[in-house]
């Protein structure tokens, strides 16, 4: 499961800038295990810095070791999926489900959610939507879809206004 990118390194010791991709930045914790790639590392300190967590890991102990994982992603076990209310769910649930207009249209299966600084976006093939109330009607997990209305032009097959 994915918490996170690298976007850069922080000071001389290896601490690496993170962009979260979860509002769970407990995930960041001192002794939490991550995997970067093929290789699992331990989060050993981890403090939030202007609104990103600061972490450095097991082994990246220098300024050029924290540069070479830049734009790694960060990835946790499935099984450190927290607790959520009936009503919540995480942002990777989106993936494959179904999109359908609010006419019924089928737009295919959601392949990435990119976390944004605005807003979190379906991908949908070639396909962006915004994941916000004025686009994204329903998200239905009992019928494994996402119900879209969608503005006109956004489709390709469609004239501008």
């Known amino acids: 499961?994915?918490?996170?990118?690298?976007?850069?390194?922080?000071?001389?010791?290896?601490?690496?800038?993170?962009?979260?991709q979860t509002e769970?930045?407990?995930r960041f914790a001192v002794g939490t295990k991550v995997l970067l790639g093929t290789?699992?590392?331990t989060i050993e300190t981890s403090v939030v810095h202007k609104g990103r967590p600061?972490?450095?890991l097991?082994?990246?102990?220098?300024?050029?070791?924290?540069?070479?994982?830049?734009?790694?992603?960060?990835?946790?076990?499935?099984?450190?999926?927290?607790?959520?209310?009936?009503?919540?769910f995480l942002l990777d649930d989106l993936?494959?489900?179904?999109?359908?207009?609010?006419?019924?249209?089928?737009?295919?299966?959601?392949?990435?959610?990119?976390?944004?600084?605005?807003?979190?976006?379906?991908?949908?093939?070639?396909?962006m939507i915004p994941f916000v109330e004025n686009f994204v009607r329903e998200v239905n997990f009992d019928t494994e879809t996402i119900t879209v209305e969608l503005i006109p032009g956004m489709l390709d097959d469609e004239e501008s206004v």
Do not use: C
């Open 1 to 20: 499961m994915r918490i996170g990118q690298i976007v850069g390194a922080h000071g001389i010791r290896g601490q690496l800038k993170v962009q979260p």
């Open 24 to 26: 769970f930045l407990e």
């Open 39 to 41: 290789q699992w590392y």
């Open 54 to 56: 600061l972490i450095t």
């Open 58 to 88: 097991n082994g990246i102990t220098t300024m050029s070791a924290a540069q070479a994982l830049q734009w790694q992603f960060i990835d946790i076990e499935d099984s450190e999926r927290p607790e959520l209310e009936d009503d919540e």
């Open 95 to 127: 993936i494959n489900l179904k999109v359908v207009t609010v006419d019924g249209r089928e737009l295919g299966e959601v392949d990435e959610v990119l976390n944004t600084p605005a807003h979190e976006t379906l991908v949908i093939g070639d396909l």
